[in-house]
Nanobody, 115 residues
């Protein structure tokens, strides 16, 4: 069971970036999925989540209107589209999968927003 996050990088304020989280060893179909992030010196914070069939999403106020979570169960992949990136979005981003008390985490991908 593994989640592989990718797509991070160095971008400028206002740029966009799309993160991916691919699952291997299990099917994502029944799992709620989401993203957390952790900035240097700060606690990990929830970014957003999507339910198992993609019908419902929730976002942190800090990213609402800028970030979008989507999923492709056929590809066992969840995406985090990040638009209008700000300095304060700089963090390591982690994806997770949740089902009935079981949580699996990806390894994290670094997003740095810098001028």
């Amino acid at each position: 069971v593994q989640l592989q996050a990718s797509g991070g990088g160095l971008v400028h304020p206002g740029d966009s970036l799309r993160l991916s989280c691919a699952a291997s060893g299990f099917t994502l179909d029944y799992y709620d999925m989401g993203w957390f992030r952790q900035a240097p010196g700060k606690e990990r914070e929830g970014v957003g989540r999507i339910d198992s069939n993609g019908g419902s999403t929730n976002y942190a106020d800090s990213v609402k209107g800028r970030f979008t979570i989507s999923r492709d169960n056929g590809l066992s992949t969840v995406y985090l589209q990040m638009n209008s990136l700000k300095f304060e979005d700089t963090a390591v981003y982690y994806c997770y999968a949740y089902l009935r008390g079981n949580v699996y985490w990806g390894q994290g991908t670094q997003v740095t927003v810098s001028s």
